[in-house]
Every structure is written in structure tokens, then in C-alpha cells.
């Protein structure tokens, strides 16, 4: 072979090289840039279809519990106390007669654990099957709730009945259900008790209405 025959094979064959490594290098890049691009995309796409459903399924537990709370919250059987609240299991309660004022009862509320608690607020009655409590005399409330060492005891006072008629006929009432209230929220706390009416039976009208805890029962047949 002559030599320009010779130089012009190896000008085409370099020429060639020349055009396969610009192939190569383009169809990299073309790889590489569509991985990247697939791979943001992934990336992005990924956390947001997987967290969707999670927090769909945290906000349906969220709304059960708070339904559940609602739930408990209105029940006989009320929150569990905190420490420190006198609620059922750690005090006694006992419903007494009084002589004077006329159409009262003293409802009196034992601290029997070993430590002090504190009765917030004032208690829910409610007499027989009645569906709400019995409205309470807010004039009757005391500049701090009454905190009960053991053995001491809380009183609060229960207006059966107008002593002017004006509360209607009224009825006879054979059963008195208790419960206490957590501090602050005005929630019952603990289970609800039973507490024997004196005689069995009192008769009660539309006027009945009980006063907040006291820590004397002079304070508690005030009003």
C-alpha cells in the first residue's frame, strides 16, 4: 500500500473514533440526565404518596380519640382522678338532716385515705333518674377549693325543696348520686356515688339546688 493510500486510512478511521466517542458521550449524558430527572421525580413523589396515608390514618385516631374522650368524659363513671382530688375510693359520703334552715340536707364528704386531697368546685346531684345535675348557688362559692387532711371532712348544702311553694308540686325522691369534680375543667372525676337519703325517701321540686363544697357546715346551710 502506498503511503498516501496509508494516511488517508488512518485520517478515517481517527475520524471515525472521533464521531463513536461524541456518540458514547451524548447517549451518557442523555442516560444520566433522565436518571437524575426520574430519580427527583421518585424522590419527590415517594415521601409524599407514602405520608399521605399516614397522616389520614393519624388524623382518623386523633378523632377517635378525641371521640372517646368526649365519650368518657360524659359517662357515669367520669375521668380517673389525679392525685390529690377527692373523688370516689378515697372519700366517705353521707347525707345527714338538719334542723335548721328548714327544707335542707347537709351533704357531708370524709377524707378516709392517708393523704389530702382537695374538693373542687361544688358536687354534681342528681336525684333519682334525672338527667341533669342540680343547678348550684353561685353565691355560695368559697374564695379557694377546700383541702381535707385525712379524716377531715368538706360539706356542702342541698336545698331540697322552696319553703314558699313557689318550686311547684314536686315528688318524692328514693336515691342521690354524687360525683366529684376534677380542678379546673368542671368535669366529673371518679365513679359517681350512691348516697342514702335519711328515711329512705325527700321530697324535692324544681327549686332544689345545692351550694359548693364548704369546709365548716355553717358555711354550707347558709344559703
Not at 399521605?52 to 368518657?72: F, L, M, N, R, Y
Not at 345527714?96 to 373542687?120: E, G, I, M, Q
Not at 376534677?182 to 371518679?190: A, I, K, N, T
Request: a neutral charge; aromatic letters at 4%; one cysteine or more.
Amino acid at each position: 500500500m502506498s503511503a498516501r493510500a496509508t494516511a488517508r486510512r488512518s485520517r478515517t478511521l481517527r475520524l471515525a473514533a472521533a464521531a463513536l466517542s461524541a456518540t458514547a458521550a451524548l447517549t451518557l449524558t442523555a442516560c444520566g440526565g433522565g436518571g437524575d430527572d426520574a430519580g427527583s421525580t421518585s424522590d419527590k413523589a415517594g415521601p409524599a404518596d407514602t405520608a399521605s396515608p399516614a397522616k389520614d390514618e393519624e388524623a382518623a385516631a386523633e378523632a377517635t380519640d378525641g371521640q372517646s374522650g368526649s365519650a368518657a368524659g360524659s359517662s357515669d363513671k367520669g375521668k380517673s382522678a389525679a392525685p390529690g382530688v377527692c373523688a370516689s375510693g378515697t372519700v366517705k359520703v353521707e347525707v345527714k338532716t338538719v334542723s335548721s334552715p328548714v327544707n335542707h340536707l347537709l351533704l357531708v364528704a370524709t377524707n378516709t385515705s392517708k393523704s389530702a386531697c382537695t374538693a373542687h368546685g361544688y358536687p354534681f346531684l342528681r336525684f333519682d333518674q334525672d338527667q341533669a345535675t342540680t343547678p348550684v348557688i353561685d353565691k355560695s362559692r368559697p374564695q379557694a377549693p377546700v383541702t381535707l387532711a385525712p379524716g377531715e371532712s368538706a360539706y356542702a348544702g342541698i336545698v331540697t325543696s322552696a319553703a314558699d311553694g313557689s318550686g311547684g308540686t314536686g315528688r318524692k325522691a328514693k336515691k342521690l348520686a354524687v360525683s366529684f369534680q376534677g380542678p379546673g375543667d368542671g368535669s366529673s372525676v371518679g365513679d359517681k356515688v350512691e348516697a342514702p337519703l335519711p328515711g329512705g325517701s325527700v321530697h324535692v321540686d324544681d327549686q332544689a339546688q345545692g351550694t359548693y363544697w364548704q369546709s365548716s357546715q355553717a358555711a354550707a346551710l347558709k344559703w
